[in-house]
């Protein structure tokens, strides 16, 4: 039978069809823009993608061993719990099996951690500048963000965040390395927050850039979860595995937190593909340690760069780092572009005089480099009197 159709205006129905309120405050995510897009938009060949905080080098070569491998076994679901990669985790973390989920990609964690604990009206404290995804999981249940500038330097304090602790807070996010700005939050400073937190009060660590963090005094947060503390472990398998375009990262906590969040997880949430490549990818100790050693030259190439040019730029922990371009930062970003280098303008931080730049390798940190002092010469652009 053919559907009914009002024919002077087949689609009058869907204006009676109403989304929830709570998606009226949501604001869509912006990724870094895609080589595809670049390359078609000014017709260029070569593009230096230094935007998403993506591994340069690739994907763990063991990883994409076990994804060939995986590939005649496609026809299969894939494990609902992912049962491999979570007993390679807790081997790996020296944690019981029931402390990990596995989901498609750290994103996923946000969402779920969210759906399993925020009720209307929730707060949760938000360190800001910072990863987005934290309050697009907090406005999803309609909740409140509690935004706490960072201190100068970018730095955290742990008394401010403490400051804005209420009846109603339910999470404190704490991004380590923080995403945009590299800064991080030392040991003794988050044991003292722990310390210092009510314990109905959740702490969300997250440590997607826990392997570039080279400083003594940092914690990716798993010492203190094996401690008892009301903690939960973010990690992705994005950054230093190479795996972004897989989507596989997880969540470490304790094992009520953990069966609190699988009750709102999807069945077969993580390929087959993906799962087969994180196992083989946390074994891949040898790619781990080349991109961390490498990023860690990267990082110091950039940091010589900016000197060179006098641009005020954040020591980083991550695998990017933040430069302040001051008033003109839009039009370096856009000239960038003309010349086939990606890199993140800050005004979706609200930081509009920053740039992010991912570490890329050393060819391609070299060009961004060159491109700017070009785009600053030939727009006669002093960054020394910003
Ligand atoms: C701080 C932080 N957390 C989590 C993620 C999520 O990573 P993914 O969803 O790729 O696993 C990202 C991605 O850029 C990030 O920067």
Redesign the pocket.
Known sequence: MQPTTQPDNPNSALSEIVSRAALERMIPYTPGKPIWEVKDEYGLERIVKLA??ENPYGASPKALEAIREQLSELNRYPDDRSRRLVKALAGHYELEETNFIVTN????F?KLLSEAYLEKGDEVIVPSP??S?YEFGALLMDSEIVKVPLREGYRYSIEDILSRVGERTKLVYL?TP??PTGTYLPRNELQELLDRLPRNVLVVL?A??HHFASADDYSNGMEFIKAGYPVVV?Q????IYGL?GI???FGAASEEIIQAILRVKEPFNVNALAQAAAVAALDDREFVERTRALNAQGRKQLYEGFERLSIPYVESMGNFVLADLGERTEFVYEELLKRGVITRPGRGWGLPNCLRISVGTEEENKLFLEQLDVIAVTNGIDFKRL
């Not at 992705?236 to 950054?239: G, L, Q, V």
């Open positions: 998403s905080n990609g750290g994103d996923e946000i910072t990863f995804e991004c923080n995403n997250d997607a850039y973010l992705t398998f994005s950054k972004a989507r596989v990262g």
